[in-house]
């Protein structure tokens, strides 16, 4: 048994301040919150002058990608898996001491020969071999040949550089997308990835066109849903997230081109958005082909209005930063960004807990109260004042573990 004391501890759910702070765990769970009968037997770790929340959570990551000295087309040609495994090794370790216990890993689209190398390491992570935080995997997202995320568009490769197999994810039509969810979901998958549109940095044409038919959209829900698995969608033109939505995909990635009466019908049919707002402002095009360049210049402005308009429609939102588009380790910066784009700090704190725990249909995590897992953060400041205090963790428990305790 462990108390942590902290000067306060914020609760999302209402948004309500506990004072001072007194959280007891008990192995990997929180036992009781606040004085109660007195402090249990066991240490207590004073963490001073900092406010307690539950541990965040990011909606898409790849932590197979990117890190320190990347070189991001040439590593998906020149990352062998093991290679690859290795750099997630670092990305995992950054996202959790940032704060983030709970990620959802969102589509491999590399050469793998099959594996899900996301599967693997979140074994690896719930074994204890590796810190990082808990991670739901998806596998290889799926992808229509020359769709967002088959790799051979990225870097407008020619014919026969680094095919991609079904089992890694490219399919079409109806049968070959079945199969593709299939052999994620056999292999460890928890949830499904599908290019629903083209992408701003891709060369695929226009960003909004829908890539799988209605069909075959059809297809990859129904073999997800009957296995238990929730759908996440990269798309962002309105035709195109109208189509995933009355299909009955679960989460809309990105959504930069959202008009009103498409958000009207997400907020309707209780559909997510990660809109994934900062790589808006963050992300670097000038070394980009003049053609991803304008389609950036087109589209990020439009995207700038969408995740106030889809807060006031009543549209649930979750925390993504599509890491490494923000680099790996530094997620607050997607909740500053939110911020700045209208919603409510509550909003946003609540978007990167109970919203993201909704989501991923985790009932054990995302609050700070009695029974739930002892993932816990601590950062100086109040949060719902100055959203940037959370760049600035200064302690990260994660199933009862610290990770992170820096000195005071």
Same mark, same amino acid.
């Given at each position: 048994m462990v108390t942590l004391r902290a000067a306060r501890v914020l609760h999302v759910e209402t948004g309500e301040f506990e004072k001072p702070g007194l959280v007891h765990v008990d192995g990997d769970r929180i036992a009781r919150v606040g004085a109660g009968a007195g402090v249990p037997d066991g240490d207590v770790?004073?963490?001073?002058?900092?406010?307690?929340?539950?541990g965040l959570m990011d909606m898409e990551v790849n932590l197979l990608m990117g890190g320190r000295g990347e070189t991001p087309v040439l590593s998906m040609v020149q990352d062998d898996p093991p290679l690859r495994m290795l750099r997630a090794v670092g990305n995992a370790r950054r996202t959790l001491r940032s704060g983030f216990t709970t990620v959802r890993n969102l589509g491999l689209f590399v050469k793998t020969g099959g594996y899900l190398l996301d599967v693997a390491l979140a074994r690896a992570v719930d074994a204890g071999w590796i810190e990082g935080p808990r991670i739901v995997p998806a596998g290889h997202?799926?992808? %229509? +040949?020359g769709g967002h995320l088959d790799?051979?568009?990225?870097?407008?490769? *020619?014919?026969?550089?680094?095919?991609?197999?079904?089992?890694?994810?490219v399919a079409n039509g109806v049968d070959e997308v079945r199969r593709a969810v299939r052999y994620q979901i056999k292999h460890g998958a928890r949830l499904i990835k599908v290019c629903a549109s083209g992408g701003v940095m891709s060369h695929t044409g226009t960003p909004g066109a829908q890539h799988y038919s209605d069909a075959e959209l059809r297809a990859i829900v129904d073999e997800a849903h009957r296995r238990g698995l929730k759908v996440a969608a990269h798309t962002h033109g309105a035709d195109a997230v109208r189509s995933a939505v009355e299909v009955g995909i679960d989460c809309i990635e990105h959504g930069f081109l959202l008009?009103?009466?498409?958000?009207?019908?997400?907020?309707?049919?209780?559909?997510?958005?990660? %809109? +994934?707002?900062?790589?808006?402002?963050?992300?670097?095009?000038?070394?980009? *082909?003049p053609e991803l360049r304008a389609k950036a210049a087109e589209v990020f402005p439009h995207a700038r209005s969408v995740v106030a308009r889809a807060t006031k429609a009543g549209v649930r939102i979750a925390v993504g930063t599509d890491a490494p588009a923000?680099?790996?380790?530094?997620?607050?910066?997607?909740?500053?960004?939110l911020v700045e784009r209208g919603m409510e700090p509550l909003e946003v704190l609540r978007a990167a807990t109970v919203n993201a725990a909704e989501l991923i249909d985790a009932d054990d995590r995302g609050?700070?109260?009695?029974?739930?897992?002892?993932?816990?953060?601590?950062?100086?400041?109040?949060?719902l004042d100055d959203m940037s205090v959370l760049a600035d963790v200064r302690f990260v428990m994660k199933g009862g573990k610290v990770f992170r305790d820096e000195p005071r």
């Open positions: 770790l004073d963490l001073g002058d900092v406010t307690l929340l539950p997202a799926i992808t %229509p +040949t790799p051979s568009v990225f870097g407008a490769l *020619a014919p026969g550089i680094m095919p991609l197999s079904v089992e890694e994810g008009d009103d009466e498409t958000i009207a019908l997400m907020a309707e049919r209780g559909t997510f958005l990660v %809109p +994934t707002t900062a790589l808006i402002d963050g992300m670097d095009v000038s070394r980009a *082909a923000i680099p790996h380790g530094r997620g607050a910066q997607e909740m500053v960004a609050r700070v109260a009695e029974g739930l897992l002892a993932d816990l953060i601590a950062v100086p400041g109040n949060p």
